[in-house]
């Protein structure tokens, strides 16, 4: 099956500070799609983006779907934007099946 | 809009007993539904997902079952649980083609 791999695994990072998280995948896909595990569990759509470069406040995601990479950027980073990061592939189908990488957790220290 | 919601929120459970996770979608029809594990060490497993009521698939062999019972709700069964059986347990849906979206997450702990 298709192989997705993010890095860094851990970031610690000081407020106010930028990171970029990274996807890489094995395959081509249909769609990609970043979310945010809260400290609570929760899992939060941040972007849907199979390719192309998305803004939402803060955060911003490019894919390079020919490339088979995805970037997230957090950008003056705050200490509720600590948790765990994840970047999930679809290859296509009518199932869906999303296939996730191990994520990247991120630490924002006051 | 469309809300997914899942239950019970928390359980602890003894080895050797059943187990019943619900979740419902409201909003949409004929969605796609999936059940996720996330155990230590962070990684989302694909435990089943159904296309349809009555049709579910499995992704791993293990000690659960999955139901679809209505187009809506999707129960995730287990006759024994096992310690392995610990983890954290995520329902999801999805139109075709689209994003994906999850619930709340259910704490599973056998002891």
């Known amino acids: 099956g298709i192989q997705v791999e993010q890095s860094p695994p851990d970031l610690i990072l000081q407020e106010g500070a930028n990171s970029t998280l990274r996807c890489n995948f094995s395959?081509?896909?249909?769609?990609l799609q970043w979310f945010h595990q809260n400290p609570w569990g929760q899992l939060i759509n941040l972007f849907y983006i199979p390719s192309g470069t998305k803004q939402n406040g803060r955060l911003s995601a490019t894919t390079v779907a020919t490339e088979r990479y995805s970037l997230l950027y957090i950008s003056s980073s705050q200490t509720t934007d600590s948790g765990v990061y994840f970047c999930?592939?679809?290859?296509?189908?009518?199932?869906?099946?999303?296939?996730f990488g191990k994520g990247t957790l991120l630490t924002v220290n006051p | 809009s469309q809300t997914i919601h899942q239950w019970p929120a928390t359980l602890v459970q003894p080895v050797g007993s059943p187990l019943s996770l619900e979740c419902t979608v409201e909003?949409?029809?004929?969605?796609?539904l999936y059940w996720y594990r996330q155990a230590a060490g962070r990684g989302l497993q694909l435990l089943f997902y159904s296309v349809g009521i009555g049709q579910i698939s499995s992704e791993v062999p293990q000690n659960l079952s999955a139901s679809r019972p209505q187009d809506r709700q999707f129960i995730l069964s287990s006759k024994k649980l096992l310690l392995s059986d610990s983890g954290f347990y995520l329902c999801?849906?999805?139109?075709?083609?689209?994003?994906?979206?999850f619930g709340e997450g259910s704490w599973l702990t056998v002891v």
């Open positions: 999801a849906w999805s139109p075709l083609g689209n994003t994906i979206y």
């Open positions: 395959d081509s896909v249909n769609n």
């Open positions: 909003g949409t029809s004929n969605p796609n």
């Open positions: 999930a592939v679809h290859r296509g189908g009518s199932n869906y099946k999303l296939t």
